[in-house]
């Protein structure tokens, strides 16, 4: 197995955030992000979808045509979106009630075709899998956090910090502050780095 | 064959055999997970009393038994729903058995609007199948219902008639959100021909 491959697939949830860098799936982030609980439900059943549909379409590149991968990815991805609907409806009416609408949206949500595309269908299965685990535990560690957020701000009294307008302004100053976090890391690893080179040198 | 044609052959036949697979997976699903079943829960005694008011307040009304599941005894849902299963389901009614507003019925239908939206709505009907009283329990479509004044003006145009045509919808909503309009148009029709049904067809 290479090393650096695995490294990076595994980190690519944190360095590639679908929410915080890729910008992806802005939607249902907003929109489901006024508590937490909605937050970490929505963000669950998109990793579930993230991770099968991965697989899927990983297991399946090499009999799908290229001209027709659009369509095909579609097919699967729609088809466990349906599944996790139909679970939620059948199990959990109540979460139904609230994130029923979300989860149909989940098929057109860009984390999932993307990372299909980009990612599933070029490389292994373990890879697809290990990516989809990946962005989809970047997807609800985003979610969740600007959901708790943005509930204990609305408990505080800052009422409009739960609307969509608000929601845009703390996903705004969440995005600069992981970004300004992510850089500082990644200048200490580039310093890192060329200090050992310089020591070999 | 031409390598066009087989190139294209080979596309369809894919797209076949994961759309068929796809298809089998969720009809097995739908074969195995439990169906909805309605409970008459403090929850819903609160829902129904929206719709159809009793004096009894939510926990004297559910340990009265103000409101009852009008069962298979009374007609049959299952053939109900499959005869009209191209407008949406019933998925439970209700009936008032104390009260002023005692032997009134309640529907709880779901139907799909344009682009495969759920609303699911709750509507009391007088004896003479009229709406009496309606609330939504689910909207996926424009979001027409979470506006509360274009709720209000659809709940005052409602009351009082059979059913509501979607442009008669527009009009006394203002709305032009077309999921919701139509997943209304099409819960009042369904709700309408099942009243009709349980009150009778001469009244």
């Not at chain 2, 195995?32 to 926990?59: C, M, N, W």
């Not at chain 2, 053939?79 to 019933?90: A, C, L, P, Q």
């Not at chain 2, 008032?96 to 609303?119: D, F, L, R």
Request: hydrophobic content about 50%; glycine content about 8%.
């Amino acid at each position: 197995m290479d090393k650096k491959k695995f490294r990076e697939t595994a980190l690519g949830g944190l360095f590639n955030n679908p929410v915080f860098v890729l910008v992806l799936g802005m939607c249902p982030t907003i929109s489901k992000s006024t508590n937490i609980v909605d937050a970490f439900a929505l963000g669950t059943a998109t990793a579930f979808v993230l991770v099968f549909s991965n697989l899927f379409v990983s297991a399946l590149r090499k009999f799908i045509p290229d001209k027709v991968r659009l369509p095909a990815y579609i097919i699967i991805i729609a088809t466990f979106v349906t599944l996790v609907q139909m679970f939620i409806e059948s199990f959990l009416p109540d979460l139904n009630e609230s994130i029923g609408a979300f989860i149909s949206l989940i098929v057109v949500n860009c984390i999932i075709l993307a990372r299909a595309e980009s990612f599933a269908s070029k490389n292994s299965v373990g890879y697809a899998v290990l990516d989809g685990l990946s962005m989809g535990v970047g997807f609800i560690f985003s979610i969740c956090l600007l959901g708790g957020i943005r509930q204990l701000l609305g408990m505080a009294g800052m009422k409009v910090f739960v609307t969509t307008p608000g929601g845009f302004i703390v996903l705004g100053l969440m995005m600069a502050l992981f970004n300004y976090l992510l850089s500082i890391y990644k200048a200490h690893q580039a310093k890192k780095t060329a200090q050992i080179l310089k020591g070999v040198a | 064959m031409s390598r066009t044609v087989k190139n294209a052959l080979i596309s369809a036949a894919v797209l076949v055999v994961i759309a068929v697979v796809s298809v089998t997976c969720l009809m097995l699903a739908n074969a195995f997970l439990p169906k909805y079943t309605p409970t008459l829960d403090i929850k819903k005694i609160g829902q129904l009393r929206q719709v159809a008011p009793v004096e009894a307040d939510d926990s004297t009304a559910l340990s009265d038994g103000y409101y009852s599941i009008v069962g298979s005894d009374a007609f049959d849902l299952e053939k109900f729903n499959t005869d009209n299963r191209t407008v949406g389901e019933v998925l439970a009614v209700y009936k008032v058995e104390k009260g002023e507003n005692a032997g009134m019925y309640i529907t709880e239908t779901k139907t799909v609007g344009y682009g495969s939206q759920n609303t699911v709505l709750l509507t009391a009907y007088n004896a003479d199948a009229t709406v009496a009283g309606l609330i939504k329990l689910r909207d996926d479509g424009d979001y027409l219902l979470t506006d509360s004044a274009q709720y209000e003006a659809l709940r005052n145009a409602v009351i009082g008639k059979k059913a509501m045509t979607t442009d008669e919808i527009k009009i006394a909503t203002g709305a032009t959100a077309n999921g919701s309009i139509s997943g209304i148009e099409k819960n009042l029709r369904l709700s309408g021909d099942l009243i009709v049904l349980l009150l009778g067809e001469g009244e």
